[in-house]
């Protein structure tokens, strides 16, 4: 038997391990190190400062399910890998492996700009969207200018587009919106640029959104500071803000970056070939986030990132339980899919209101991208959490 351990259990790692198991079935021992024992559908945090979810919906004990479906979990946390003794060193003890999946996910950099962790509200972690609920109940009795936006180098700029909408839609259901001046900024050098060169329609589609939700939008951007009442940007401009919302970079856990054996890039990622195997170690592999990707575009004035999404992180981990199949069955022919051929599939809310975002690859070029607007209600956003949380609490990995 042969002994997988996998770092991190949400989307890449909870799908890799499940899919080791039920692939592999008893020739693995499968084992999830984790820090948290719960899975979290991240997506839908952009709806708890509103009061539209709270955590427990969007949450629930991944350790449990794991178990009933074999593998095994360790709440820990992983500290160094030592890739030349096959080692892992964690808070709970030292493990050692045949094979091992990093799908840690980023860790955020908020020191990207002065102030930018002290003044701006982040959304992407539970406790970040429940206090940006509370700054949001306080500024309802205060109203005043709100910056939204995605600082340099960030690549989630999709989620921070989210929130925008949402905020500006919460702004009319509390009847306030005609006292907010409502900023976005953006280190995208046009906008619905996503970190992906677009979308055919998008930039139209944006532009034609903030018009109509009369938001002032700035692009090519970067932030120099975030002050308690205003953002000071790259260009010398000020915006005042009583309430700045920003998504900050993502960069590489300490773990990957700590363990040198790893050879992380300089932004903490590990470096994988097409089949998501590290491009020196065999015996190592990774997932989701922790993948380096490379810049699918030429970046402006202001350096941005690519986003890394739920989908591709699901398809990683499945790839990766595909191969180490493969490899310890002797088969040389890996399964190989490049981050930028995966197919794109996203659902972006625009205040309930979606945008449907379609194409055959993530990355240009593409044989078709398609967005479908749907300014009913967000019905698909809703059905895709639904079902993804349905998929995950019965283990479901297989499922698309
Ligand atoms: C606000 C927000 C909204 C988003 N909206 C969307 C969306 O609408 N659609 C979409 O497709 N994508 C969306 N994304 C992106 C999506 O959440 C990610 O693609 C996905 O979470 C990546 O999965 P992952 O498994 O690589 O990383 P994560 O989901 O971040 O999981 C990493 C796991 O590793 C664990 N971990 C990390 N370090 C250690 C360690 N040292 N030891 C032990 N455990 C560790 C963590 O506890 C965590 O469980 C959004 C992201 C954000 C922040």
């Not at 209600?377 to 809703?382: E, H, L, R, V």
């Amino acid at each position: 038997m042969k002994t997988a351990i996998v770092i991190g259990g949400n989307f890449a790692g909870m799908t890799a391990a499940l899919e080791l198991k039920r692939k592999g079935k008893d020739r693995y021992r499968v084992l999830v190190v984790d820090k948290s024992p719960l899975f979290l559908f991240i997506p839908s945090l952009i709806w708890v400062p509103f009061g539209r979810r709270e955590i427990k919906d969007i949450s629930f004990r991944k350790d449990e399910i794991l178990r009933k479906k074999g593998v095994e979990f360790l709440q820990a946390e992983a500290l160094e890998v030592d890739a030349d003794n096959n080692k892992l060193i964690t808070t709970k003890g030292e493990f050692t492996y045949d094979h091992l999946v990093i799908a840690t996910g980023p860790k955020v950099q908020f020191d990207v700009a002065p102030g930018v962790e002290e003044h701006a509200y982040y959304i992407g972690t539970p406790n970040g969207a429940m206090k940006t609920r509370k700054a949001l109940e306080d500024f309802k009795q205060n109203p005043g200018p709100i910056v939204i936006g995605a600082t340099q180098n960030a690549g989630c700029m999709g989620a921070a587009y989210e929130f925008l909408f949402n905020i500006e839609k919460w702004l009319r259901e509390q009847n306030i919106r005609k006292k907010v001046d409502l900023y976005w900024i953006t280190p995208e050098t046009y906008l619905g640029h996503f970190g992906i060169d677009g979308i055919t329609g998008g930039e139209t589609m944006l532009k034609s959104f903030m018009k109509m939700f009369n938001i002032h939008y700035r692009t090519e951007v970067a932030v120099k500071e975030v002050k308690p009442d205003g953002v000071v940007l790259s260009t010398g401009e000020v915006l005042p803000s009583a309430f700045t919302m920003l998504m900050p970079p993502f960069i590489g856990v300490d773990l990957v970056t700590n363990s040198k054996s790893i050879k992380a890039n300089p932004s903490g990622y590990v470096p994988v070939g097409e089949d998501y195997r590290h491009v020196s170690i065999p015996n190592v592999w990774a997932a989701g986030i922790a993948v380096e990707v490379k810049l699918p575009f030429t970046p402006g004035k202001v350096p941005f990132s690519t986003p890394k999404t739920g989908y591709p992180s699901d398809e990683t981990g499945k790839i990766v339980a595909e191969n180490i199949i493969r490899v310890d069955k002797g088969i040389e022919k890996l399964k190989k899919k490049s981050w930028g051929s995966i197919p794109g599939l996203c659902i972006m809310d625009a205040g309930k209101k979606e945008v449907i975002i379609i194409s055959d690859k993530l990355f240009k070029p593409r044989n078709f991208a398609i967005m479908i607007p749907n300014v009913i209600f967000d019905f698909s956003k809703i059905l895709f959490e639904k079902y993804f949380l349905w998929k995950t609490r019965h283990g479901y990995s297989r499922l698309p």
